[in-house]
């Protein structure tokens, strides 16, 4: 009997980070946030420049492809814990996979109201 391959990649690592992005900014938006501030958020956590990140959602680069070029990772993203989509983020063990829920706790965060300097570790 075959065995099952363990080393299969999950899905969303081939998906293009600008087909997500905007579901980013409308969550944002429809919370009365920013798409401003979303990519305040991305340019924390990853360390892109706004030309970078242009230029990402401009070539379709994917989301694995997204976070193994980051510039620099904020260290303090270390800090972000919680529930995402059911999962605690401290216990996701896949560490791309974290990456991903990093950002899509962020953003939970910004659309319930939490305010940036919170949602960036400032304080």
Not at 61 to 66: L, W
């Amino acid at each position: 009997m075959k065995q099952p391959d363990t080393t299969k990649k999950h899905r969303i690592f081939s998906i293009s980070f600008a087909s997500v992005y905007p579901h980013y900014v409308t969550k944002a938006e429809k919370k009365g946030r920013t798409k401003a501030e979303v990519d305040e958020i991305i340019r924390w956590l990853t360390g892109y420049s706004d030309a970078q990140l242009a230029a990402i959602l401009k070539d379709g680069t994917d989301f694995e492809t997204f976070y193994t070029r980051a510039p620099k990772l904020n260290p303090a993203r270390a800090q972000i814990t919680g529930m995402i989509c059911g999962v605690r983020i401290e216990q996701i063990e896949d560490p791309l996979m974290k990456e991903l829920r990093y950002l899509d706790k962020l953003i939970d965060e910004l659309a319930k109201g939490r305010p940036m300097e919170k949602i960036l570790r400032k304080g």
